[in-house]
Protein backbone atom coordinates (compact mmCIF):
# COMPACT_ATOMS: atom_id res chain seq x y z
CA UNK A 1 0.00 0.00 0.00
CA UNK A 2 1.13 3.54 -1.09
CA UNK A 3 1.42 5.84 2.29
CA UNK A 4 -0.51 8.96 1.71
CA UNK A 5 1.34 12.37 1.60
CA UNK A 6 0.32 15.94 1.25
CA UNK A 7 2.88 17.15 -0.58
CA UNK A 8 2.22 16.34 -4.84
CA UNK A 9 5.74 16.26 -5.80
CA UNK A 10 6.40 13.39 -3.04
CA UNK A 11 3.32 11.77 -3.64
CA UNK A 12 3.43 11.36 -7.48
CA UNK A 13 7.60 9.29 -6.52
CA UNK A 14 5.48 6.88 -3.92
CA UNK A 15 2.82 6.31 -6.60
CA UNK A 16 5.53 5.69 -9.10
CA UNK A 17 7.35 2.73 -6.43
CA UNK A 18 10.20 5.31 -6.72
CA UNK A 19 12.45 5.65 -3.41
CA UNK A 20 12.21 9.14 -2.18
CA UNK A 21 15.29 11.30 -1.89
CA UNK A 22 15.38 12.53 1.48
CA UNK A 23 18.16 15.69 0.54
CA UNK A 24 16.73 18.63 -0.30
CA UNK A 25 13.17 18.31 2.21
CA UNK A 26 13.03 20.88 5.07
CA UNK A 27 12.43 19.89 8.40
CA UNK A 28 8.70 20.12 8.24
CA UNK A 29 7.90 17.70 4.72
CA UNK A 30 11.08 15.54 6.34
CA UNK A 31 9.22 14.42 9.39
CA UNK A 32 5.76 14.04 7.08
CA UNK A 33 7.63 11.58 4.77
CA UNK A 34 9.38 9.71 7.82
CA UNK A 35 6.48 9.76 10.12
CA UNK A 36 4.85 6.11 8.79
CA UNK A 37 8.44 4.12 9.53
CA UNK A 38 9.69 5.83 12.33
CA UNK A 39 8.59 4.68 16.18
CA UNK A 40 9.24 8.66 17.38
CA UNK A 41 9.33 12.07 16.20
CA UNK A 42 12.09 13.08 17.24
CA UNK A 43 14.40 10.32 14.93
CA UNK A 44 13.59 12.79 11.98
CA UNK A 45 15.36 15.45 13.53
CA UNK A 46 18.13 12.81 13.85
CA UNK A 47 17.83 12.38 9.89
CA UNK A 48 18.15 16.04 9.39
CA UNK A 49 20.89 16.50 11.53
CA UNK A 50 22.79 13.58 9.96
CA UNK A 51 21.74 15.08 6.41
CA UNK A 52 22.86 18.88 6.98
CA UNK A 53 24.91 19.05 10.01
CA UNK A 54 27.25 15.89 9.44
CA UNK A 55 26.73 14.96 5.42
CA UNK A 56 25.62 11.85 5.89
CA UNK A 57 25.51 10.62 2.69
CA UNK A 58 24.33 6.91 3.23
CA UNK A 59 21.57 5.79 5.79
CA UNK A 60 23.63 2.95 6.65
CA UNK A 61 26.04 5.65 8.49
CA UNK A 62 22.89 6.68 10.34
CA UNK A 63 24.16 4.68 13.54
CA UNK A 64 21.84 7.15 15.94
CA UNK A 65 19.10 4.84 14.48
CA UNK A 66 19.20 1.08 15.09
CA UNK A 67 19.97 -1.26 11.89
CA UNK A 68 16.72 -2.53 11.76
CA UNK A 69 15.04 1.26 11.28
CA UNK A 70 17.97 1.96 9.07
CA UNK A 71 17.03 -1.08 6.92
CA UNK A 72 13.49 -0.23 6.86
CA UNK A 73 14.24 3.25 5.98
CA UNK A 74 16.67 2.39 3.16
CA UNK A 75 13.68 0.26 1.65
CA UNK A 76 11.67 3.23 0.94
CA UNK A 77 14.18 6.27 0.86
CA UNK A 78 17.52 7.01 -0.73
CA UNK A 79 20.50 10.17 -0.23
CA UNK A 80 21.14 11.47 -3.83
CA UNK A 81 23.32 14.65 -4.18
CA UNK A 82 24.84 15.26 -8.19
CA UNK A 83 27.80 13.98 -8.82
CA UNK A 84 31.51 16.18 -8.74
CA UNK A 85 32.19 15.51 -12.40
CA UNK A 86 35.30 17.97 -12.52
CA UNK A 87 37.04 20.81 -10.84
CA UNK A 88 39.00 23.92 -12.47
CA UNK A 89 41.21 26.12 -10.35
CA UNK A 90 41.92 29.21 -11.40
CA UNK A 91 44.97 31.15 -10.97
CA UNK A 92 43.35 33.78 -8.55
CA UNK A 93 41.82 30.85 -6.21
CA UNK A 94 38.59 30.49 -7.27
CA UNK A 95 37.31 27.29 -8.03
CA UNK A 96 34.80 25.94 -10.58
CA UNK A 97 32.98 22.79 -9.96
CA UNK A 98 30.88 20.68 -12.88
CA UNK A 99 28.21 18.84 -11.52
CA UNK A 100 26.72 15.84 -13.35
CA UNK A 101 22.70 15.47 -12.39
CA UNK A 102 20.75 12.09 -12.22
CA UNK A 103 19.50 12.56 -15.40
CA UNK A 104 22.86 13.41 -16.60
CA UNK A 105 22.33 17.50 -17.29
CA UNK A 106 25.22 19.00 -16.02
CA UNK A 107 25.49 22.75 -13.88
CA UNK A 108 28.55 24.66 -12.76
CA UNK A 109 29.18 26.33 -9.69
CA UNK A 110 31.84 28.55 -8.29
CA UNK A 111 33.77 28.74 -4.91
CA UNK A 112 35.74 32.24 -5.27
CA UNK A 113 37.72 33.28 -1.99
CA UNK A 114 38.58 37.02 -0.87
CA UNK A 115 40.64 37.53 1.42
CA UNK A 116 39.08 36.09 5.15
CA UNK A 117 35.19 36.24 2.78
CA UNK A 118 34.20 32.78 0.76
CA UNK A 119 31.72 33.54 -2.05
CA UNK A 120 29.40 30.36 -3.56
CA UNK A 121 28.02 31.26 -6.80
CA UNK A 122 25.21 28.42 -6.88
CA UNK A 123 23.08 27.96 -10.17
CA UNK A 124 19.07 27.44 -10.06
CA UNK A 125 18.41 25.87 -13.10
CA UNK A 126 19.94 23.11 -15.94
CA UNK A 127 20.78 26.10 -18.44
CA UNK A 128 18.64 29.39 -19.24
CA UNK A 129 16.29 30.27 -21.29
CA UNK A 130 16.15 34.04 -21.00
CA UNK A 131 18.74 34.51 -23.74
CA UNK A 132 20.65 38.12 -22.66
CA UNK A 133 23.28 38.95 -25.30
CA UNK A 134 25.89 38.83 -23.18
CA UNK A 135 25.37 35.14 -21.20
CA UNK A 136 27.07 32.23 -22.10
CA UNK A 137 24.69 30.26 -20.32
CA UNK A 138 21.86 31.99 -22.32
CA UNK A 139 23.96 30.67 -25.61
CA UNK A 140 23.76 26.92 -24.81
CA UNK A 141 19.50 27.80 -24.19
CA UNK A 142 17.12 26.45 -21.48
CA UNK A 143 17.25 23.55 -19.38
CA UNK A 144 15.01 22.11 -16.50
CA UNK A 145 14.56 23.59 -12.90
CA UNK A 146 17.38 21.84 -10.49
CA UNK A 147 15.22 20.37 -7.71
CA UNK A 148 16.30 21.74 -3.71
CA UNK A 149 18.40 18.86 -3.19
CA UNK A 150 20.64 19.83 -6.66
CA UNK A 151 20.63 23.49 -5.09
CA UNK A 152 21.38 22.47 -1.59
CA UNK A 153 24.28 20.46 -2.60
CA UNK A 154 26.20 22.14 -4.39
CA UNK A 155 26.08 24.89 -1.47
CA UNK A 156 27.23 21.61 0.74
CA UNK A 157 29.73 19.89 -1.78
CA UNK A 158 31.80 23.79 -1.97
CA UNK A 159 31.08 24.65 1.44
CA UNK A 160 33.21 21.05 2.65
CA UNK A 161 36.10 21.84 0.68
CA UNK A 162 38.29 23.62 2.75
CA UNK A 163 39.65 27.43 1.45
CA UNK A 164 43.03 28.38 3.32
CA UNK A 165 42.26 31.56 5.25
CA UNK A 166 38.50 32.25 5.26
CA UNK A 167 35.73 32.02 7.43
CA UNK A 168 32.32 34.26 6.52
CA UNK A 169 30.34 32.88 3.66
CA UNK A 170 28.55 34.33 1.31
CA UNK A 171 25.88 32.58 -1.02
CA UNK A 172 24.65 34.66 -4.41
CA UNK A 173 21.92 33.12 -6.61
CA UNK A 174 24.36 34.52 -9.93
CA UNK A 175 25.38 31.15 -11.72
CA UNK A 176 22.97 29.34 -14.46
CA UNK A 177 19.27 29.90 -14.56
CA UNK A 178 17.26 32.43 -13.51
CA UNK A 179 15.93 31.98 -9.92
CA UNK A 180 13.08 33.20 -10.12
CA UNK A 181 11.41 30.85 -12.55
CA UNK A 182 12.09 28.06 -9.65
CA UNK A 183 10.65 29.68 -6.54
CA UNK A 184 8.92 26.39 -4.85
CA UNK A 185 12.63 24.40 -5.08
CA UNK A 186 14.64 27.78 -3.90
CA UNK A 187 12.48 28.15 -1.29
CA UNK A 188 12.85 24.60 0.08
CA UNK A 189 16.58 25.05 -0.32
CA UNK A 190 16.95 28.12 1.50
CA UNK A 191 14.57 26.75 4.49
CA UNK A 192 17.02 24.32 4.22
CA UNK A 193 20.25 26.52 3.71
CA UNK A 194 19.31 29.43 6.34
CA UNK A 195 19.73 27.34 9.42
CA UNK A 196 23.51 27.49 8.94
CA UNK A 197 23.77 31.29 7.25
CA UNK A 198 22.01 34.11 7.77
CA UNK A 199 19.64 35.42 4.90
CA UNK A 200 21.38 38.60 5.05
CA UNK A 201 24.13 36.49 3.40
CA UNK A 202 22.61 34.98 0.74
CA UNK A 203 21.19 36.91 -2.77
CA UNK A 204 18.92 36.55 -5.06
CA UNK A 205 19.93 37.81 -8.30
CA UNK A 206 17.06 38.38 -11.03
CA UNK A 207 16.96 39.47 -14.62
CA UNK A 208 13.48 41.03 -14.08
CA UNK A 209 11.17 38.45 -13.69
CA UNK A 210 8.27 40.78 -12.12
CA UNK A 211 5.50 37.79 -11.10
CA UNK A 212 8.70 36.62 -9.36
CA UNK A 213 9.57 39.42 -7.04
CA UNK A 214 5.95 40.34 -6.31
CA UNK A 215 6.03 36.58 -4.89
CA UNK A 216 9.42 37.28 -3.19
CA UNK A 217 8.05 39.98 -1.20
CA UNK A 218 5.39 37.89 0.34
CA UNK A 219 8.08 35.90 1.80
CA UNK A 220 8.34 36.20 5.78
CA UNK A 221 11.99 35.72 5.39
CA UNK A 222 13.64 37.10 2.39
CA UNK A 223 16.95 36.91 1.34
CA UNK A 224 18.68 40.01 -0.57
CA UNK A 225 17.53 40.70 -3.58
CA UNK A 226 19.76 41.74 -7.12
CA UNK A 227 18.47 43.00 -9.99
CA UNK A 228 20.25 42.41 -13.28
CA UNK A 229 19.98 45.86 -15.04
CA UNK A 230 22.73 46.64 -17.53
CA UNK A 231 20.78 49.34 -19.52
CA UNK A 232 19.23 52.86 -18.22
CA UNK A 233 16.52 52.48 -21.26
CA UNK A 234 14.14 49.94 -22.23
CA UNK A 235 15.30 50.15 -26.30
CA UNK A 236 19.10 48.96 -25.34
CA UNK A 237 17.47 46.69 -22.66
CA UNK A 238 15.49 44.85 -24.71
CA UNK A 239 18.28 44.04 -27.07
CA UNK A 240 20.26 42.76 -24.07
CA UNK A 241 17.60 41.02 -22.19
CA UNK A 242 14.99 39.90 -24.56
CA UNK A 243 12.63 39.52 -20.93
CA UNK A 244 12.64 43.56 -21.12
CA UNK A 245 10.09 43.14 -23.49
CA UNK A 246 7.59 41.18 -21.89
CA UNK A 247 8.71 43.37 -18.16
CA UNK A 248 9.86 46.81 -19.27
CA UNK A 249 11.48 49.28 -17.03
CA UNK A 250 8.39 50.40 -16.23
CA UNK A 251 7.01 47.53 -14.57
CA UNK A 252 9.96 46.48 -13.02
CA UNK A 253 10.40 49.61 -11.33
CA UNK A 254 6.98 49.59 -9.85
CA UNK A 255 7.41 46.15 -8.46
CA UNK A 256 10.88 46.77 -7.40
CA UNK A 257 9.28 50.26 -4.94
CA UNK A 258 6.77 47.88 -3.59
CA UNK A 259 9.18 45.53 -2.60
CA UNK A 260 9.58 45.47 1.55
CA UNK A 261 12.83 46.25 2.82
CA UNK A 262 14.49 46.23 6.18
CA UNK A 263 15.85 48.82 8.18
CA UNK A 264 18.92 50.35 5.99
CA UNK A 265 18.66 47.72 3.18
CA UNK A 266 19.03 48.18 0.06
CA UNK A 267 18.53 46.92 -3.32
CA UNK A 268 21.25 45.77 -5.46
CA UNK A 269 21.72 46.55 -9.21
CA UNK A 270 23.88 44.98 -11.25
CA UNK A 271 24.96 46.70 -14.50
CA UNK A 272 26.97 45.59 -17.07
CA UNK A 273 29.42 47.76 -18.35
CA UNK A 274 30.45 47.10 -22.65
CA UNK A 275 32.24 49.38 -24.47
CA UNK A 276 30.60 51.74 -26.42
CA UNK A 277 27.67 50.51 -25.52
CA UNK A 278 26.21 51.20 -22.10
CA UNK A 279 29.55 53.07 -20.63
CA UNK A 280 29.14 56.83 -21.37
CA UNK A 281 28.92 59.65 -18.76
CA UNK A 282 25.50 60.41 -19.82
CA UNK A 283 24.20 56.80 -19.29
CA UNK A 284 25.50 57.20 -15.78
CA UNK A 285 23.69 60.18 -15.29
CA UNK A 286 20.62 58.43 -16.97
CA UNK A 287 20.76 55.32 -14.48
CA UNK A 288 21.08 57.92 -11.77
CA UNK A 289 17.82 59.28 -12.87
CA UNK A 290 16.27 56.13 -13.09
CA UNK A 291 17.34 54.64 -9.61
CA UNK A 292 16.49 58.39 -7.90
CA UNK A 293 13.25 57.08 -5.91
CA UNK A 294 14.86 53.50 -5.13
CA UNK A 295 17.13 52.63 -2.16
CA UNK A 296 19.94 51.76 -4.61
CA UNK A 297 23.49 50.16 -4.83
CA UNK A 298 25.13 49.56 -8.03
CA UNK A 299 27.52 47.22 -8.56
CA UNK A 300 29.80 47.77 -11.79
CA UNK A 301 30.63 44.74 -13.73
CA UNK A 302 32.95 45.00 -16.71
CA UNK A 303 31.76 43.00 -19.57
CA UNK A 304 33.52 39.29 -19.12
CA UNK A 305 34.52 38.27 -22.81
CA UNK A 306 33.95 34.92 -23.97
CA UNK A 307 34.10 33.41 -27.91
CA UNK A 308 30.55 32.95 -28.25
CA UNK A 309 29.94 36.44 -27.37
CA UNK A 310 31.27 38.12 -30.37
CA UNK A 311 33.61 40.29 -30.65
CA UNK A 312 31.66 43.58 -30.29
CA UNK A 313 31.07 42.14 -26.70
CA UNK A 314 33.99 44.06 -24.80
CA UNK A 315 34.89 45.79 -21.89
CA UNK A 316 35.69 49.37 -21.52
CA UNK A 317 39.07 50.32 -20.65
CA UNK A 318 39.82 50.43 -16.56
CA UNK A 319 39.58 54.43 -17.05
CA UNK A 320 36.36 54.44 -18.56
CA UNK A 321 35.41 52.27 -15.61
CA UNK A 322 36.42 54.37 -13.11
CA UNK A 323 35.47 57.52 -14.27
CA UNK A 324 32.00 56.00 -14.72
CA UNK A 325 31.80 54.77 -10.64
CA UNK A 326 33.16 58.55 -10.00
CA UNK A 327 30.56 60.15 -11.93
CA UNK A 328 27.81 57.80 -9.89
CA UNK A 329 29.23 58.48 -6.76
CA UNK A 330 29.70 62.34 -7.72
CA UNK A 331 25.70 62.42 -8.45
CA UNK A 332 25.20 60.93 -5.06
CA UNK A 333 25.25 56.95 -5.51
CA UNK A 334 26.96 54.13 -4.26
CA UNK A 335 28.30 52.25 -6.68
CA UNK A 336 31.42 49.04 -6.79
CA UNK A 337 33.29 47.82 -9.43
CA UNK A 338 33.16 43.57 -9.12
CA UNK A 339 36.58 42.20 -9.54
CA UNK A 340 37.03 39.82 -12.13
CA UNK A 341 37.39 36.27 -10.86
CA UNK A 342 38.54 33.20 -12.28
CA UNK A 343 38.54 34.14 -15.86
CA UNK A 344 40.96 31.45 -17.11
CA UNK A 345 38.70 29.12 -16.36
CA UNK A 346 35.88 30.66 -17.83
CA UNK A 347 34.10 30.75 -14.10
CA UNK A 348 33.67 34.42 -13.95
CA UNK A 349 30.33 36.57 -14.37
CA UNK A 350 27.97 35.17 -17.15
CA UNK A 351 30.51 32.29 -17.93
CA UNK A 352 29.38 29.40 -17.29
CA UNK A 353 28.01 26.88 -19.72
CA UNK A 354 26.30 23.54 -20.20
CA UNK A 355 28.86 21.44 -21.93
CA UNK A 356 26.85 18.51 -22.19
CA UNK A 357 25.23 19.29 -25.52
CA UNK A 358 25.64 21.71 -28.34
CA UNK A 359 24.89 25.03 -28.23
CA UNK A 360 21.71 26.52 -29.37
CA UNK A 361 23.34 29.52 -30.25
CA UNK A 362 21.52 33.42 -30.30
CA UNK A 363 18.14 33.32 -31.93
CA UNK A 364 15.97 35.99 -34.00
CA UNK A 365 13.83 38.21 -31.15
CA UNK A 366 10.61 36.30 -32.41
CA UNK A 367 12.52 32.62 -30.84
CA UNK A 368 13.43 34.20 -28.26
CA UNK A 369 10.00 35.49 -27.29
CA UNK A 370 8.73 32.78 -27.77
CA UNK A 371 11.22 30.53 -25.89
CA UNK A 372 10.89 33.04 -22.77
CA UNK A 373 7.16 32.66 -22.87
CA UNK A 374 6.76 29.04 -22.82
CA UNK A 375 9.44 28.65 -20.26
CA UNK A 376 7.50 31.51 -17.80
CA UNK A 377 4.01 30.40 -18.48
CA UNK A 378 4.56 27.06 -16.24
CA UNK A 379 7.12 28.73 -13.82
CA UNK A 380 4.71 31.37 -12.90
CA UNK A 381 1.81 29.17 -12.46
CA UNK A 382 -0.02 28.59 -8.64
CA UNK A 383 2.94 28.03 -5.76
CA UNK A 384 2.17 25.36 -3.69
CA UNK A 385 2.64 28.07 -0.83
Not at 139 to 145: A, D, K, L, Q, V
Not at 208 to 228: D, K, Q
Not at 320 to 346: N, Y
Request: charged share 30%; hydrophobic share 40%.
Amino acid sequence: MTESYSDPEIAAQAENGQRLNLLGLPRRRLAEVLEPFVDKPYRSTQVYRALYERGVTDLAAMTELSKDLRARLARRFVIRSPEVAARHRSADGTEKYLFRLADGATIEAVDIPDGRRRTLCISSQAGCALACSFCVTGYWGGGRNLTSAEIVSQVMALRDQPQAGTHGLNLVFMGMGEPLLNLDHLRDALDILTEQISRRRITISTAGVVPGIEALARWRRRPRLAISLHAPDDERRERLMPINRRYPLRDLLAALSRYPLEARERLTFEYLLIRDFNDAPADADALVRLLSRLPAKINLIPLNPDPVLGADMRPPAPSRVEAFRRRLKAKGMTATVRKRRGDDVSAACGQLRVPDREPRGRRSSAAQTRQMAATLRPALGPSRR
